[in-house]
């Protein structure tokens, strides 16, 4: 997956990917109408809108972006309802010739990781292979250590699969426990360590390894360090755009021929109409594509 | 929650949780039988074969046991039938007057752990409130911070619920990071701390807040130091059982009450009349009532 992801972003000259994290207020009136009439105010509803939204922002950013990225949780806040858009969006992302990276960032000891792994290569029932959820990648929580991590290389390994395990996190709070310096290091770095060990065992062809890192744009210096530090790991960056960080920023992030990082905006770009007063809530997808363009152009400068 | 739990432990001399995590392996041939039939080599037959294993096994143990734990995982393995199984099985549990803890282990970004705290706090449409999952607690990671704490504060606070954050888990390679010494104290120390600090923010009435711990039963010297540094935070104890820690090893995670924990074992109980030939696979749930009772003994013992 990060192969055909770097392959991807070379041939779109763009390293964006956009989250699809829709929320209910991001609803344009129309769409939210439209879906309460038919659905009632029901969790139904708000999943069909989802999914309407989600279809027409990828139709508009398909040409331009090698990928996107849900936040499972935006979804699962809906119940089953919220989960079927999830899966449902994935489906026409891929169907349109987009990767997939689910934000799930799950993590457990492993009888229970082997069961999450289901995300990545589908279960078996009585001989029949079902591919439930069928995301390209998903996010990875390592506090719990290679446990929660070792069940999802064979499906890297067997359907050319990816995860993003978390080593520097965006947020501010992040630092609580990412930050405490043990042994001379912050704790980052040492989960950066055992993320560049597990990649070993699941290398991909192009230099990379399909075990790659989620590292917050917003702490450049601690991104620089990173990139030195593991040059065999692919890096999902979030926290550009509404999170304060641009490509100014996320410079040291790439690789020295420019490769080596997909960038992640989600309220950015989704949202976008609600910032540009020059498009009303009808024209939110080509809001959503001149942000796109708008951050290739900002991303085309440092990568 | 923290509150009702301690109640019903007292009342029922058990601070035994039964972990209800079914695999497919797990299920008697009656039932897999019947529902193959019903429902077809599916994933909606695995979901019923769930919610009927679940069903039998929480008549059997309701008048012994105060909570329930669900592995989340077990059931979003099988996609939406699977956490459909999922939140029927919650359903039942607490119409049967159980108390249930969501085993989720999610965390993230602010923004994003608003949308998961719907798991507690249900969500609003259009002036419709809606308790989707509905879960009495669910268990939380602490490797992004308080952001990701933060926003199911107001669930445990306005709905009595509580969250369980991982502080020192039981899998063998919790270690890697839980474990790495920062400023003289082991990682998971530094988070234990945290925990405790949030946890003032969320009081209960009997000396202990809603904010919990998950503290695994496999290592005793540290669940015993918790217990000394964590004196206002209950602890849920996994690892009991299949995982190797018995009575013995746990003594000192109780307060000197007698109080303070709940200590879940899920195959060990479950999946008991697959060790136990003296049950038939048609009596799994009796043999899971044995179970129950043999680790109660064995808890009496101690707490």
Chains 1, 2 share one sequence.
Not at 245 to 272: M, Q
Request: with cysteine; proline share 4%.
């Amino acid at each position: 997956m990060i192969d055909q992801l770097m392959k991807r972003i070379e041939n779109l000259a763009n390293p964006t990917v956009v989250g699809l994290d829709p929320t209910y207020e991001m609803m344009p009136q129309t769409i939210r109408d439209e879906m309460l009439e038919r659905y009632g105010k029901t969790t139904e509803a708000v999943g069909r809108m989802f999914l309407r939204f989600n279809q027409e922002l990828i139709d508009h950013v398909l040409d331009l972006v090698p990928a996107v990225k849900l936040q499972i949780a935006m979804y699962e806040k809906y119940g089953i309802e919220g989960l079927k858009s999830y899966i449902q969006t994935i489906a026409y992302a891929k169907e349109k010739g987009l990767l997939v990276i689910g934000d799930i960032k799950r993590g457990d000891i492993a009888s229970t990781a082997a069961a999450y792994a289901a995300h990545l290569g589908g279960v078996e029932i009585e001989g029949l292979q079902f591919d439930l959820w069928n995301e390209d990648a998903v996010t990875l929580n390592p506090y719990m250590g290679f446990d929660g991590i070792e069940p999802f290389l064979l499906p890297c390994n067997q359907y050319d699969k990816g995860i993003f395990i978390l080593v520097k996190t965006s947020n501010p709070s992040g630092k609580e426990i990412q930050d405490l310096i043990a042994d001379g290091r912050p704790v980052y770095e040492h989960t950066a360590k055992l993320v560049s060990k597990w990649g070993e065992l699941a290398m991909g062809t192009n230099g990379y390894s399909r075990v790659a890192a989620v590292v917050g744009a917003t702490y450049q210096e601690q991104g620089l360090e990173l990139r030195k530090k593991m040059p065999h790991t692919f890096f999902l960056i979030p926290g550009y755009g509404a999170q304060g960080a641009s490509g100014e920023d996320i410079k040291g992030y790439f690789d020295r021929d420019g490769r080596g990082c997909v960038v992640n905006s989600s309220r950015g770009i989704i949202a976008a109409y609600q910032k540009d007063s020059k498009f009303g809530a009808h024209r939110f997808a080509e809001a959503a594509r001149e942000a796109v363009l708008v951050m290739k152009r900002d991303l085309e400068g440092i990568s």
